[in-house]
């Protein structure tokens, strides 16, 4: 299995064949290495509803026929929009060809804004992710608060790789975020939601020196990692 991470929140996972895309916002966010217009998903599994995580999912997913795996509300929301999606819950799991996907808990909001019209769409609960296939499985904490039940899942999985938030303001920061670090119990931990607005601005590295040593792990925006 490959992993890379493409800035903001933005990770790929390359299995069995399938290009699966978790949160890919790639039009306005300076962090990323990816062209929109050419990236190819197989698969988007989306967190939650925010502008800066649904991202480019419309787009991808009616080029690619790619099929949309999102919280209920968000799922019904883009299948107005014409995309082929999956809808699943907080807790609930599936087993697709491609893998095993997991709704976890996250402490956050969850809705889209359309500009356009002036107006924001409620999205239902926001989410993580448990990715697993291969024999590997990933945690994806999407945008969320330190919470106590990290120390659950932690404690039912083991987890190969976790993607944890640290830019502060709207998620946890550094501090909270090694403590998430230390409750799941991942082989290794990526950092991700930082430096993409001035709000979040983080020192990935500083915070990736401070998890348990051998833990910590730095992914520059294409970087990609297998497992």
């Given at each position: 299995?490959?992993?890379s991470?493409?800035?903001?929140s ?21 962090q ?7 990236t ?8 939650h ?7 480019d ?22 299948g ?32 889209y ?14 989410g ?46 550094p ?18 939601h ?5 709000v ?16 910590g ?5 294409g ?5």
């Amino acid at each position: 299995m490959k992993i890379s991470y493409h800035g903001h929140s933005v990770v790929k996972i390359e299995t069995n064949g399938t290009n699966i895309y978790i949160d890919p916002f790639i039009n306005g966010n300076g962090q990323t290495d990816l062209v929109a217009d050419d990236t190819k998903a197989d698969i988007i599994l989306l967190t939650h509803g925010h502008n800066d995580h649904v991202g480019d999912t419309v787009e991808i997913a009616k080029r690619n026929d790619a099929l949309v795996v999102a919280p209920f509300e968000l799922a019904t929301y883009l299948g107005w929009q014409g995309v082929n999606t999956h809808p699943m819950h907080i807790g609930g799991a599936h087993e697709f060809g491609f893998g095993t996907v997991k709704y976890t808990l996250a402490f956050h909001g969850s809705s889209y804004t359309e500009e356009e019209n002036q107006k924001i769409v409620y999205t239902g609960m926001p989410g993580g992710i448990l990715f697993t296939a291969e024999g590997k499985t990933i945690y994806h904490a999407g945008d969320t608060a330190l919470f106590s039940d990290m120390k659950l899942i932690g404690e039912m999985n083991d987890i190969d790789v976790a993607f944890l938030p640290i830019g502060d303001n709207f998620t946890m920061g550094p501090d909270d975020a090694l403590k998430a670090a230390e409750w799941t119990g991942a082989k290794k931990v990526v950092p991700i939601h930082y430096n993409t607005f001035p709000v979040i601005e983080q020192d990935p590295k500083a915070f990736s020196d401070k998890v348990k040593p051998g833990e910590g792990l730095l992914l520059n925006a294409g970087d990609e990692i297998n497992i």
